[in-house]
């Protein structure tokens, strides 16, 4: 794939939309690891990833004040500052309440360098918080103009439901990946009946789905995984040997295993809805 | 997607094609629980679909 940024145009890549009517890439970019969180982090290298993307047709770039208290924000802002009307931003607020809020959305822009975002998420549901006041309050961000629109991160289907209520929601944001197929059986459903986009993080599982991790030794030594109960002892033995197939099935097509693990993904959501509506067109 | 080579791998996914046998295999490789381990430490497991 190198060397063919000319046929691998914008219009290339397939478009989904956010409920907002936002048209977005099908796939996007998370900026979580430019912070550090796997390895050191490489800022240079993190702004060229981001134009790469954007050169290959992905448009939604999804960061976090909480990625290294903003700088992940920063990096973004900075890799879209003469580009901005390619990408589709959106970051996230670590706690819910007006007040909180209210400081959080301009810290954020100012981390990235910009008058508003467009998608911005409660990163996680608030407990001290009820959400029916947080999404008053993110409403207030919208009509403010610093918001276009607001999305929720690993929040339950009745948090959703709520929210909705006062508020739409335009994306979920949870982690969903052939290691974690939960979102399957509550999340999805939801999502496709108030007609939430849903977007989904850790689609290789931190790295697990890529098959380059076969045991703790391949992560370094301040790596946040080591703490992950699933990338330790037993536990990552047993997962790594559940790849078998699906390495399996990357080398009879060609492809990486991150590149089948990512794919399947597309497909799958082609066969659950399929599963609802039983006339679903296949993906082109 | 931290790195380009990174970026490339995962945009070209929207290039492959999988069979319905191929989705059948997957879903039976793949089942819900069939990995060991929680997704975050164990003390942060609360605060996640909540």
Same mark, same amino acid.
């Given at each position: 794939?190198?060397? /063919?940024?000319?046929?691998?145009?914008?219009?290339?890549?397939? /478009?989904?939309?956010?409920?907002?009517?936002?048209?977005?890439?099908?796939?996007?970019?998370?900026?979580?690891?430019?912070?550090?969180?796997?390895?050191?982090?490489?800022?240079?290298?993190?702004?060229?990833?981001?134009?790469?993307?954007?050169?290959?047709?992905?448009?939604?770039?999804?960061?976090?004040?909480?990625? #290294?208290?903003?700088?992940?924000?920063?990096?973004?802002?900075?890799?879209?500052?003469?580009?901005? $009307?390619?990408?589709?931003?959106?970051?996230?607020?670590?706690?819910?309440?007006?007040?909180?809020?209210? +400081?959080?959305?301009?810290?954020?822009? #100012?981390?990235?360098?910009?008058?508003?975002?467009?998608?911005?998420?409660?990163?996680?549901?608030?407990? +001290?918080?009820?959400?029916?006041?947080?999404?008053?309050?993110?409403? $207030?961000?919208?009509?403010?103009?610093?918001?276009?629109?607001? #999305?929720?991160? +690993?929040?339950?289907?009745? /948090?959703?439901?709520?929210?909705?209520?006062?508020?739409?929601?335009?994306?979920?944001?949870?982690?969903?990946?052939?290691?974690?197929?939960?979102? +399957?059986?509550?999340?999805?459903?939801?999502?496709?009946?108030?007609?939430?986009?849903?977007?989904?993080?850790?689609?290789?599982?931190?790295?697990?789905?890529?098959?380059?991790?076969?045991?703790?030794?391949?992560?370094?030594?301040?790596?946040?995984?080591?703490?992950?109960?699933?990338?330790?002892?037993?536990?990552?033995?047993?997962?790594?040997?559940?790849?078998?197939?699906?390495?399996?099935?990357?080398?009879?097509?060609?492809?990486?295993?991150?590149?089948?693990?990512?794919?399947?993904?597309?497909?799958?959501?082609?066969?659950?809805?399929?599963?609802?509506?039983?006339?679903?067109?296949?993906?082109? | 997607?931290?790195?380009?080579?990174?970026?490339?791998?995962?945009?070209?996914?929207?290039?492959?094609?999988?069979?319905?046998?191929?989705?059948?295999?997957?879903?039976?490789?793949?089942?819900?629980?069939?990995?060991?381990?929680?997704?975050?430490?164990?003390?942060?497991?609360?605060?996640?679909?909540?």
């Amino acid at each position: 794939m190198t060397g /063919t940024d000319d046929r691998m145009t914008e219009a290339h890549m397939e /478009t989904r939309t956010l409920g907002d009517g936002t048209p977005v890439g099908a796939i996007a970019l998370g900026a979580m690891a430019f912070a550090g969180f796997y390895a050191g982090g490489d800022d240079e290298e993190g702004v060229r990833a981001i134009h790469r993307a954007l050169d290959l047709g992905v448009t939604l770039l999804d960061t976090a004040e909480a990625y #290294g208290q903003g700088r992940s924000e920063g990096l973004v802002g900075r890799a879209v500052r003469d580009r901005r $009307d390619r990408a589709v931003i959106a970051t996230k607020a670590s706690r819910g309440g007006p007040a909180y809020l209210r +400081e959080a959305i301009d810290r954020s822009l #100012g981390h990235l360098g910009l008058d508003h975002v467009d998608l911005y998420y409660l990163h996680r549901v608030d407990p +001290e918080v009820p959400i029916e006041e947080t999404m008053g309050a993110m409403a $207030d961000l919208v009509a403010a103009g610093k918001v276009r629109a607001v #999305g929720l991160s +690993e929040a339950g289907p009745d /948090t959703i439901r709520r929210a909705h209520a006062v508020h739409p929601v335009a994306a979920l944001q949870t982690e969903y990946s052939l290691f974690h197929r939960d979102p +399957e059986r509550d999340l999805l459903p939801v999502t496709r009946e108030l007609g939430i986009a849903y977007v989904a993080y850790s689609p290789l599982s931190r790295g697990l789905l890529t098959g380059r991790i076969r045991g703790e030794d391949d992560l370094d030594a301040g790596d946040w995984r080591r703490q992950v109960p699933r990338f330790q002892g037993a536990n990552l033995a047993h997962n790594v040997a559940l790849l078998a197939p699906l390495e399996e099935m990357a080398r009879a097509k060609g492809v990486s295993t991150a590149t089948l693990a990512l794919a399947s993904f597309r497909w799958w959501a082609w066969a659950v809805r399929r599963a609802w509506t039983g006339r679903s067109r296949r993906p082109t | 997607m931290g790195r380009p080579s990174s970026v490339d791998r995962a945009v070209e996914a929207a290039d492959v094609t999988l069979s319905a046998d191929d989705l059948a295999a997957l879903d039976a490789a793949f089942p819900i629980g069939v990995v060991a381990g929680a997704r975050y430490p164990e003390a942060y497991m609360p605060s996640l679909g909540r």
